[in-house]
């Protein structure tokens, strides 16, 4: 078997690993390169393997950067199936869709290539009914799949690929500890060859016990000072963790006080109506509240503003407020128009909940910039600009020596992608200090090795 690293190597974004076994060639993602110009004009690009050769594609979740160039796969000659689980298909329709919407306002503004449209969108849709966690996929000639949940959004999955008498792993994105409503991360089987995101391979979360009260600090910091929280967050999952947070501090301990927030994200409104679809995908404490009718996105205060009317109306409200918005890592979406406006006010909070991309607006202000450009406007910073780590839906570094070490057979070789340079080579590191008879590397892009 061989692995050739075509995208989220000795980076986050771009996710696209090719596994070549001795009858099969399997794509395993197939994202978008995200954060500044030189990165996402990558995208355009011709893939560096011919589509049409392929004959499977795994899709471990639906976020941009794992499955954005899928219908752009299809529309450059791939016609095999495309396997997911049936809630990363869902969500996986939505991105695409915005993502088409992106393009072409980009196109018209500023003559970026649109790279797919409807018609390739509806057959990376249709071209696979969605498949069940733990369901068996035979390839023929002895190559079989399996997804495993990762617990890291609604959907997600890790896959093991049992091919040449070998088993190989992907993570994908494995989730936070206690994330809610996902359910954990399954444990690794017996594995031979792992391939393991290093998002946060070089840090450490707050403990996760801290994540509602870190929330509940922050509402009421911004309530004391009078301004306006920003929540850049990204639609699928982190929001709707953040609902669901606010949802328990609100009705269950009743320590939320009373605060407009608003939901100003149209792609995170509909990403909540898949969640309604797959109970079965609930963690305990979710499905039991589901169970008892609570609508856990939803609560008193909340205000969901799908249109650009409703969005524009949150400006006249008076402070403090709250608000909730795409894109994650600012590089788009509505809280741009927010940020313009309340980044120069001291009394506001900006509470990033995520990684940030190198490139990207929310990098440079977690970073500390005192200027910032959004829009082709010069924008002063004297809002406070603070980070929460509790809240990201990535495992920190202990979850992740943690979740190698318990697999039910050591794995002999780790490659770890999905990371910056220091963050993969401060993992790789760890894993091979801590634990025996295993081997850990840091790929670089285009580079293949045999296993
Ligand atoms: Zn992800």
């Given at each position: 078997m061989k692995v050739t690293f075509f995208?989220?190597?000795?980076?986050?974004?771009g996710s696209c690993h090719l596994i070549e076994t001795k009858t099969k060639r399997i794509l395993f993602d197939c994202g978008m390169f995200q954060g500044g110009n030189y990165n996402e004009g990558?995208?355009?690009?011709?893939?560096?393997?011919?589509?049409?050769?392929?004959d499977a594609v795994f899709v471990s979740h639906a976020h941009a950067d794992h499955s954005g160039r899928v219908p752009k796969l299809i529309r450059d000659g791939y016609a095999g199936a495309v396997y997911m689980t049936k809630g990363t298909r869902e969500l996986a329709k939505i991105i695409w869709d915005d993502s088409l919407s992106i393009m072409r306002y980009d196109n018209e503004k500023f003559q970026r290539p649109i790279l797919f449209d409807e018609h390739d969108i509806d057959e990376a849709y249709g071209c696979c009914d969605g498949v069940d966690y733990h369901q068996k996929i035979d390839l023929g000639d002895g190559v079989t799949a399996l997804f495993k949940d990762?617990?890291?959004?609604?959907g997600s999955s890790f896959i093991e690929l049992h091919a040449d008498g070998k088993t190989l792993a992907y993570s994908g994105d494995l989730g936070n500890k206690n994330a809610p409503i996902v359910r954990p991360t399954e444990m690794l089987g017996e594995i031979d060859v792992l391939l393991i995101e290093s998002t946060y391979g070089d840090r450490l979360h707050e403990p996760e016990g801290h994540r509602k009260q870190l929330l509940l600090d922050i509402v009421k910091k911004g309530i004391a000072n009078g301004g306006v929280i920003m929540m850049p967050a990204f639609s699928i999952e982190r929001t709707q963790e953040i609902l669901y947070d606010l949802d328990q501090l609100k009705e269950h301990d009743k320590t939320l006080p009373n605060l407009p927030i608003y939901l100003d994200s149209p792609m995170a409104i509909k990403a909540g109506k898949v969640y309604k679809e797959?109970?079965?995908?609930?963690d305990e404490e979710a499905a039991q509240q589901y169970k008892m009718g609570d609508d856990f996105l939803h609560f008193d205060g909340l205000e969901v503003t799908p249109s650009r009317e409703d969005s524009k109306r949150i400006n006249h409200s008076p402070n403090p407020k709250m608000i909730i918005a795409g894109a994650g890592m600012m590089n788009g979406g509505r809280i741009l128009h927010h940020a313009k406006r309340y980044l120069p006010d001291p009394a506001s909070l900006l509470v990033l909940v995520g990684y940030q991309a190198q490139g990207t607006l929310g990098r440079r202000l977690y970073e500390g910039a005192e200027e910032v450009e959004i829009h082709g406007d010069r924008i002063p910073v004297r809002a406070t600009v603070t980070a929460i780590g509790a809240l990201s839906a990535h495992a920190d570094q202990d979850k992740l020596v943690d979740w190698v070490r318990s697999a039910k057979k050591t794995p002999a070789k780790v490659y770890c992608v999905h990371g910056e340079p220091h963050a993969s080579t401060e993992l790789a590191h760890r894993l091979k200090k801590e634990i025996s008879g295993l081997e850990a590397f840091v790929p670089e892009e285009g580079e293949t090795v045999e296993i």
């Open positions: 995208g989220a190597a000795h980076q986050v974004t990558r995208n355009a690009d011709a893939f560096p393997f011919d589509p049409s050769e392929l990762a617990g890291h959004i609604f797959f109970p079965e995908y609930y």
